[in-house]
C-alpha cells in the first residue's frame, strides 16, 4: 500500500540528547514536511523539502536539524538546542502544491 | 508568519443539525486553500483544495466555498453524524511561501 510511515509512535528522551525522528514515504511525491502540534495550537512548519538534497526552515527550526538525501526519507532530528521539544511531530509529503499525505506521527516526551 | 484563522475553535451540535465553520486567510499573493479533516488517532485527511475565487466544492454532506478577494472560506456539514465529529484544519499557501500555513482548527462534536 501506498502512504507514508513514521517511527516510533512514542519516543522518550532525556534532556540535553539528541533525537532522530524517522519519515518515509513510497507515493513518489517530490515534497516532504515536518510539522509540530502541541495542545491547542495548529500545526506549525519546523522544515520542508521540495526535492532530493534541498530543503528550507519553516516558522520554527531552531534546535531541529533534517536531511534529504533520498526521495524517499526525510528524517527530523531533534538537538539539545530545542528547548521545549516535547510535542506531537507530523511528517507530510505532496506532489507539488496539491494535497498533503500525513504520517501517523511521533510523541515525543522529554523526560 | 502569515495569519491563518479558524473560528469557532470548538462546537458541539446534535446528530442532523447543520454546521459551518470560517477560515480566514491574506488575500494578497493568495495561491490555495486546503481543509483537511483530523479524527482522534487518525492522520489528517484531504478534503477540498481550492484555487480559485468563487470555487465551491462538495464531497457528500461536506461542502466548502471560498473568496479570496475578502480572504475567508466556509467549510459547511449538512445533517451532522457522530462520525463526522473530529478537527477541521484550513491551511494558506500564498505566494512567496512555498508551503501551507495551517489555522489552528475548529473541533466539532456531534452528539448522537
Redesign the interface.
Known sequence: DGG?TQSPKYLFRKEGQNVTLSCEQNLNHDAM?W?RQDP??????IY?S?IVNDF?K??IAEGYSVSREKKESFPLTVTSAQKNPTAFY?CASSDA?????????TRLTVL | ?LN?E?SPQSLHVQEGDSTNFTCSFPSSNF??L?W?RWETA?????LF?MTLNGDEKKKGRISATLNTKEGYSYLYIKGSQPEDSATY?C?S?QGGR????????TRLQVQP
Open positions: 507514508i514536511y510539522y491547542g495550537q495548529g500545526l506549525r512548519l520542508y521540495q528550507q519553516g516558522d507530523l502544491y496539491n494535497e498533503q499525505f500525513f504520517g501517523p506521527g | 508568519i491563518v479558524q495561491y490555495a486546503h483537511y487518525k492522520s489528517p485527511e484531504a483544495v484544519l491551511a499557501l512555498r508551503a501551507l500555513t495551517f489555522g489552528s482548527g
